[in-house]
């Protein structure tokens, strides 16, 4: 989520660090901060907000040519200078992306020794147990190692002290690469912040420990045994780094989605004590609630008609899902007895703040869920949950919509505990699910090249029908706003039980039907809606998680997913949906970034 780089060398590293930290702001971030290394001294420097407003900061001094810098997005501790990173314990200097998830006990064992903290971070602890473990008679490497050992949770890390020109890096389930020069080493977060410095890189892999000297480079695991890792040539120009190599935005959001969704877990799920918490968030007297609305517009919507079957089937709550541009129009029946939930990726759709207004306006509980911190719900609303998706920057959401999910379905296990709806064991049962989710996810993504073929396939048609029944109506519904979106092809959505009431009619050998079809309690009814399809010579995309599907045969195209739990299907069934416009849209040679009349937020009702 926030941007890590460090530089050791033989020039001026101060450039280089805030250079390469512009190139991580695609990344969102809401303060910044730098280390310089200059013989035996470190300056720090931290500033909330831009990274521009962090250079305006450092006019003088910073002279030297080993250092660290970050880019935060908020986690443990509100946006502001003393939570901004690099966080210090004396000589000892640390910028750290993931979570340490037991820094508390960790925080109180050492006030124990005497410590004092200064930020409302889990980052800081890292630097004070680095200086616990020195004093202790450790050098700067093993206390470095020995802190790791320490620590519960995820980690990027980079390190320095002021006694040696020495840059330590270490990582754990969060992402970070070295750049290898002529005489000089670079971390970073991201291939991109590096493009134009170096086009040799160390992908560093998880329990990896790079120490970085005048010697030169060693590498180990976190025991402290050499590894061996291949130095790979990037040749990346900065438009293609922005992309991450990918021919368009849009697909690079689809293959980041495992790690979106991750980034949205982290230090919010406690599976050995089963429970869900979220730091930013406070429900009070949350029984007094009886019904919950939730009103999106777009992508967003179809994400909360995902949230009300999660709801509804596991708390027992009643939930109404509005369209924002029709919400307050019908003058809705809101009371102090409801919680009003608005999902928006920028948190500045126009329609969307206006129905935020109208629950103020009648006494609702309002809690926004959105992607950009600092944006007007998130400000106005009287809770925020962030997705941490990251930026989206295609028009069509991919990553947005999969996040938006995923903190609808922890804010739904997080509500039961709260009621007591959910006991421990359900709730670590389900927090097990959604854990494997990124890795089904890049599962699906393995069908890629399938896909492409398929669309080469499809790609003539000029109208499509969607099918799904229950928690998947709604990803069928996205599936065909992805297609029209982005290929300009026509495509609709109905529950499929549905297709008997009307949509049945267009059917023939030129229209071809996707279904949606999960091996659940929907299935057997589904099937009938297929052979109803080939009975009228439809031309049939199967989407199943289900190896054995009776109708497998009877279908012309099939598409394979990984199962999982019923409420969590929708984030994996999406995928190879997003990936089948995507390709279509290409191969069509539309914008599909940007695509026409569309705008990335509708700021405007």
């Known amino acids: 989520m926030c941007g890590i780089v460090g530089y050791l060398g033989n020039v001026e590293a101060y450039p280089i660090l805030i250079d390469s930290l512009k190139k991580l702001e695609y990344r969102g971030y809401d303060s910044a901060g730098i280390a310089v290394w200059c013989q035996g001294k470190i300056e720090v420097a931290r500033h909330k907000g831009k990274v521009d407003e ?46 340490v998830e037991n820094y508390m006990e960790l925080k109180e064992k050492l006030r124990a020794e005497g410590d004092t903290f200064l ?60 750049g290898i020069g002529d005489g000089e080493y670079f971390i970073a977060s991201d291939v991109p912040a590096l493009i134009g410095l170096t086009n040799r890189f160390i992908f560093l892999e998880d329990g990896d ?11 180990t695991d976190l025991e402290g045994k050499g590894v061996d890792r291949p130095v790979q040539v990037i040749n990346w120009t900065a438009a293609m780094a922005e992309k991450g190599g990918y021919k368009h935005f ?112 009648k006494g609702a509980y309002t809690l926004a869920v959105c992607n950009v911190v600092g944006s007007t719900l998130a400000r106005e609303c009287d809770g925020v949950v962030f997705t941490h998706a990251g930026p989206e920057i295609g028009v069509a959401s991919t990553k947005a919509f999969t996040t938006q999910v995923s903190v609808l379905y922890l804010l739904m296990l997080h509500m039961g505990q709260m009621l007591e709806v959910l006991d421990q064991d359900t709730i670590r049962q389900k927090i097990g699910e959604i854990k494997k989710i990124p890795r089904k996810i890049q599962l699906a993504l393995e069908e890629n090249e399938n896909i492409v073929e398929l669309a080469r396939r499809y790609m003539k048609y000029r109208n499509f029908l969607y099918l799904g029944r229950g928690i998947n109506f709604p990803t069928a519904l996205e599936g065909a706003l992805k297609l029209k979106e982005i290929s300009y092809i026509h495509a609709e959505a109905y529950a499929a039980g549905e297709m008997k009431h009307g949509p049945i009619a267009l059917i023939d050998e030129n229209m071809p039907v996707v279904f949606v079809s999960p091996h659940d309690q929907t299935y057997q009814k589904t099937c009938s809606n297929v052979q109803e399809v080939v009975s009228r010579r439809g031309n049939i995309l199967l989407c199943t998680d289900h ?19 019923y409420d969590l299907q929708p984030l994996v069934f999406v995928v190879p949906l997003q990936m089948f416009a995507y390709h279509i849209a290409n191969l069509l040679g539309t914008d599909v970034d940007q695509p026409r009349n569309l705008a990335k937020s509708v700021t405007v009702e």
Not at 209 to 219: P, R, S, T
Not at 547 to 562: I, K, S, Y
């Open 54 to 99: 962090l250079r305006g900061a450092c006019k003088n001094g910073f002279e030297g040519k080993m250092g660290l810098a970050h880019t935060r997005w908020a986690t443990h501790g509100i946006p502001s200078e003393r939570n901004a990173h690099p966080h210090r314990s004396q000589d000892v200097v640390v910028v750290h992306n993931g979570i």
């Open 119 to 178: 930020s409302d971070t889990d980052t800081e602890v890292i630097p004070h147990l680095i200086k616990s473990h020195m004093n202790k008679g450790e050098d700067f490497v093993t206390a470095v190692r020995s802190s790791i050992d320490d620590i519960a949770g995820s980690f990027a890390l980079g390190i320095i002290r002021e006694e040696e020109k020495t840059l330590i890096a270490a990582k754990k389930e969060s992402p970070l690469v070295i």
């Open 209 to 219: 420990m790079a120490v970085m000297n005048e010697d030169g480079i060693h590498l």
């Open 250 to 361: 849009m697909l690079k959001e689809i293959f980041e989605q495992p790690r979106a969704i991750s980034d949205t877990l982290i230090g919010r799920i406690r599976e050995e004590s089963g429970r869900v918490d979220f730091e930013e968030l406070e429900l009070p007297g949350i029984s007094r609630f009886k019904r919950i609305w939730m009103v999106a517009c777009g992508t967003s919507y179809h994400a909360c008609l995902i949230g009300k079957h999660m709801i509804e089937r596991n708390l027992r709550l009643p939930v109404e899902v509005d369209i924002a541009s029709e919400f307050r129009y019908r003058d809705p029946l809101l009371t102090t007895s409801d919680m009003l939930i608005l999902v928006s990726q920028s948190g500045e759709t126009a329609d969307t703040i206006a129905a935020m207004k109208e629950g103020k306006r």
């Open 547 to 565: 190896d054995g599907h009776e109708m497998r045969e009877a279908t012309d195209t099939l598409l394979h997913v990984p199962g999982t739990d």
